[in-house]
């Protein structure tokens, strides 16, 4: 993680047509609206699609006679084998089937070997009899962690920074290059201005460089909480 909010905010407001000052050196400096548009640009793009660099896992231990545990807001990762999709909510050498919320009523108990989720928890059914291991993989929504390394929802601080691991560190400048034009195309907000389409066709192009080097045909969306 090398990109901050300041860095962003600055590049941004360094851009042909910018009408900001591209000299920020704290949150005092930050101009509002910009702040806004950069966190716009960011969630819009950061949600597009289930980038390979907003992959993230969870392990989750279980409680005797627990059965609703709070996870991160994402998207559950899936695979398909056979013709037959799986959940990225494993248990062991397995992965736990999804459920239809009705068994949540049935009072069994014991290893995990369905879930469900509602909102940001996970039920697991049978209710655990004790502790379980579960490991859960999932595309986080949030697009950024603080000085602390919490993830967060949005730019709040300047040296907030843009929540892409070491590991997709090389994808990190084609992510800001679409970041920062469809953050200006924020800002400008008039899609008659020339300026805009300027931004427009800029952000297309770095859309599809992102696209192709980060996306993969065989991510899917199922689920959402």
Known sequence: ?????????????????????A???????????????????????????????????????????????????????SLTVNGETYYKVRYGNKFLQYMDDYLLQDEATGE???FYIEDNIMYIYPTPDDSYQIELTYNTMAYVTDEDEEEKYQFTEDTDMLNISEDYEPYEQLFKN?????????AIDDKSDENYSGYEEQYNDALETLTKYCSSPFLKRKFTW
């Open 23 to 77: 000299d920020a050196e704290s949150d005092e400096d930050l101009e509002s609206s910009l702040k806004t548009s950069i966190n716009k640009a960011c969630s819009y793009l950061w949600n597009l699609f289930p980038w390979g660099f907003t992959k993230k896992t969870k392990v989750i231990r279980t409680r005797e006679n627990k059965a609703g545990y709070t996870i991160p807001f994402g998207l559950v990762s």
């Open 1 to 21: 993680m090398t990109i901050s909010f300041l860095d962003l905010y600055n590049e941004c407001a360094g851009q042909p047509w910018s009408m900001f000052d």
């Open 112 to 114: 995990p070997e369905y």
């Open 178 to 186: 679409c970041l920062i034009s469809k953050a200006m195309m924020y």
